[in-house]
């Protein structure tokens, strides 16, 4: 691996960081899976396909691409194993990758055994608390994908009127906030109401196919295309050209959430 590339934000202040959850690796059938503190699957990587998006919600959490298929900067808070690192460094050549972790043994097992990219000019691990990194950010990037779950359940940090606030500052104009929430979280509504409340109603749900995990993304500004036929045409044109389920992802779109007969309402 080449030299890590070195940031000039290196705090970690978020308190019990000392109590920070054991990194734990499993392997089954080909594929290989971080576990923090449970036996929850945080993250999975196939060995003889590390790039492919193994787990329903990663591969959800990609569907902020029917909106912009051509970012230039990607903020993930949460490296976990890698999937997004993975992904976005063989798919998205144009784009520059930050992935910010607080959890010093989860850089360093993703690093060992979950072949992420190269560390250079087009990505970038920062040890650092997402919720405080994401501040130093000024319409600079446009996607932010947040995964921060501590093996139990999302970190509260993350989950905050004030952080989706800073996340909204950081986006570029036509930027997209994507979260990972478990859909029964019996907290899942109250943050889903901060979140409509800071992005003024341009909030939508993205179920992943299986395991009751929602993609929920969050726009700065009004997104295009919201017609079911081009975002349909798109969903068409995206699918061999990244390999996911584009077309079912706007089915599932249409289901479960506010629409006309012809288009998303956000």
Partial sequence: MAGRARHPFRRRVRDGAEALPEVEISELDGIRSLHLGSETVQSSMDVDD???????????????????????????????????????????????????????????????????????????????????????????????????????????????????ADCRRALSPQGVFVTNWWSGDKRYQVFLERLLNVFEGRVIELPAASHGNVAVMAFKDSPAPTSFAALEKRARALEPRFHLEFVEMVGRLKANNLHSASRLMI
């Fill in 50 to 164: 590390p790039v492919r998006l193994v787990l329903s919600y990663s591969r959800a959490m990609m569907g902020w691409l029917l909106f912009n298929d051509a970012p230039r900067h990607v903020l993930q808070i949460g490296l976990g194993g890698g999937s997004f690192a993975r992904w976005i460094d063989f798919y998205l050549r144009d784009a520059k990758s930050v992935a910010v972790d607080i959890h010093p043994q989860v850089i360093a097992v993703a690093r060992a055994f979950f072949e992420l990219p190269e560390e250079g000019e087009r990505f970038e691990i920062v040890e650092a608390d997402g919720a405080e990194y994401v501040k130093i950010l000024r319409e600079s990037t446009d996607a932010i994908l947040v995964d921060g779950f501590d093996g139990f359940q999302i970190v509260d940090a993350l989950t905050t009127e004030d952080f989706f």
